[in-house]
């Protein structure tokens, strides 16, 4: 049978429609294009003719603003920043998450409301300046990690809530067989919940690779600066080489970009979860 | 589980918490240095010894900023999402995924992407103004008093219009078909189903999507900092918090900055910030409720 849930929806309808995703389209894909011809026009042909499509084909473009960016430290220290702390992040929501679902701790309800807080709370950021500061971290690789491992709610709610589907005899038949805790977290627990992880960190992952506050706040040397603050402070030097700095943000959003082409499902569900229990 | 929970604690609810009592003090971000309690004073200079025309800017601009971007951002991505939820429309997917990129690329990214199109003389915006609007020497929007403020604004909905849009479109998603179906046979026009149907069937999400907007709104700073650093009269409370703590301009309203890194001063500065939002969450909320209940 017809699907008649959609409405007879008129000719014109449908038109007006498609006019406005595509308007919509033009003002998201617009200033990507543009910036993307940007970044492979040579200094001159951008002068010349800014908005026009290029001539040049300057791809080496890349090839300068990597090197005068020093790109490759940075990519390095965002590699392992973003790594260390969405596998600690994941592993550390996991098993908050677990003994909750399985109600193995005392009030697991009240649980809830203590990971609550922290989604309405300040963020506190100048007593965590504070206490990394007084800790010696400051300025270090490893105080960074330390501030960007979170264990926020979105991801005990949704690990939580996904757990929850996980069949029980499942930890008895463990516990009968004499498998640890530990183990069974790793090679059971884990692998049964993936989609859930893979949604989680990516997100995490996201938000990790693209932070901007907390390394203003607490990386001032060069060696220990991420991507996006290498991003803006070569924004800061090359004010007005826009094809330099075009080429740059293209070399920052690359892994994104290839990481929302194969990950696109898991990202908007994890979103889609989120909000909706909100 | 210990671990996590103790992280949990340590650097998410314990500095929370100590906001409040760093408010008190005049502890500064300069490590070493004595520090003392000295009571109201932080509260006192911010809302009686400032300049009341800055505090009148500080507030106002961060109203203007949360409540612009809330309704604006809102209203698009609802009918967006309506739209992207229509089933003779092909390629829905891919719109999705396009709507929503700008959350992906980072508010770096977005913040020189932003430089690059309002850049001047050969941004496009600034190209567009001359040839097409014939704008005689066009102003250099991001360097503008009167339109850096906008621009901003507009980055902050370009960017997180895909967010809402991906709630809308889960809270669409749940609506039955049958509904809709029923709705059509009776003879309604897309208007009427639209305003009856959809709209009550998910005022949840849209509850949810207004106070997720404000409450993200009126502390988010990123973009500021990143396209005009505070300057050009687009300083909110957010970035005040963070200049006044951490450095850099727009520690004032006026686009100015403090030295010596007052973290007691800027710790009471984000409490009033805590405080407007509690208190607009709870004004939202009952609005919300009330809208619902005189639909119904």
């Given amino acids: 049978m017809k699907d008649r849930s959609q409405g007879i929806a008129s000719a014109p309808f449908r038109a007006a429609c498609y006019l406005l995703v595509a308007v919509f389209l033009a003002v998201y894909l617009l200033p990507l294009f543009f910036a993307f011809n940007t970044s492979i026009k040579s200094a001159q042909d951008y002068l010349n003719n800014p908005a026009g499509l290029t001539k040049s084909w300057a791809f080496s473009n890349y090839l300068v603003a990597w090197r005068r960016a020093s790109f490759g430290n940075y990519i390095f220290n965002s590699i392992l920043y973003t790594s260390v702390c969405t596998v600690a992040s994941l592993l550390l929501s996991l098993f908050i998450a677990f003994p909750i679902a399985r109600r193995y701790v005392p009030f697991a309800g009240l649980w809830y409301y203590l990971f609550l807080c922290g989604l309405f709370l300040p963020s506190g950021a100048i007593p965590l300046f504070q206490i990394v500061l007084n800790l010696g971290l400051y300025d270090t690789k490893l105080g960074y990690m330390l501030i960007m491992t979170g264990v926020n709610a979105t991801s005990v709610f949704f690990f939580t809530g996904y757990l929850k589907s996980l069949p029980r005899d499942m930890d008895e038949a463990a516990v009968i067989d004499g498998c640890g805790y530990l183990r069974y977290m790793l090679r059971c627990v884990v692998p049964l919940a993936k989609p859930a992880i893979a949604s989680m960190g990516l997100l995490t992952m996201i938000g990790v690779w693209n932070d901007i506050v907390s390394s203003t706040i607490y990386l001032t040397s060069e060696t220990n600066y991420n991507i996006t603050r290498g991003l803006f402070v070569f924004s800061g030097q090359y004010q007005n080489d826009w094809t330099l700095m075009a080429a740059a943000l293209f070399i920052v959003a690359a892994p994104l970009i290839v990481l929302y082409l194969f990950g696109q499902r898991y990202i908007v569900d994890g979103i889609m979860a989120g909000g909706v229990k909100g | ?296």
């Fill in chain 2, 1 to 296: 589980m210990l671990p996590g929970v103790l992280h949990y604690l340590i650097f998410r609810l314990l500095p929370s918490i100590t906001t409040a009592v760093l408010s008190f003090t005049d502890i500064s971000g300069i490590p070493g240095a004595a520090w003392s309690w000295i009571g109201w004073d932080n509260y006192r200079e911010f809302f009686v010894l400032q300049n009341a025309r800055d505090l009148r800017n500080a507030l106002g601009r961060t109203a203007i900023y949360a409540l612009t971007v809330t309704l604006v951002q809102n209203a698009i991505a609802l009918v967006m999402a309506v739209l992207l939820n229509k089933r003779f429309l092909r390629g829905r997917n891919l719109y999705r995924a396009v709507y929503f990129m700008p959350e992906i690329l980072g508010v770096t990214v977005v913040a020189t992407i932003w430089k690059l199109l309002f850049s001047t003389p050969t941004g496009p915006v600034f190209l567009f103004m001359r040839d097409v609007l014939g704008i005689q020497n066009p102003p250099a929007i991001l360097s503008s008093f009167e339109y850096a403020f906008p621009a901003v604004i507009a980055a902050q909905i370009w960017m997180h219009m895909g967010y809402s849009l991906v709630i809308f479109l889960a809270g669409l998603q749940n609506i039955p078909g049958e509904i809709y179906e029923a709705a059509y046979i009776d003879g309604a026009g897309e208007w009427q189903v639209f305003w009856c149907v959809t709209l009550p069937m998910i005022w949840s999400t849209v509850t949810v999507n207004t106070l997720l907007a404000i409450i993200g709104s009126l502390q988010s700073f990123e973009l500021i900092m990143t396209i005009t650093g505070g300057q050009f009269n687009t300083s909110t409370l957010g970035m005040m918090v963070f200049a006044t703590a951490f450095g850099g301009r727009g520690a004032t309203a006026g686009g100015g900055s403090i030295s010596g890194l007052r973290q007691g001063y800027a710790a009471a500065q984000s409490m009033v910030l805590f405080a407007a939002v509690l208190v607009v969450t709870a004004i939202s909320q009952i609005i919300m409720t009330r809208l619902e209940r005189d639909s119904a």
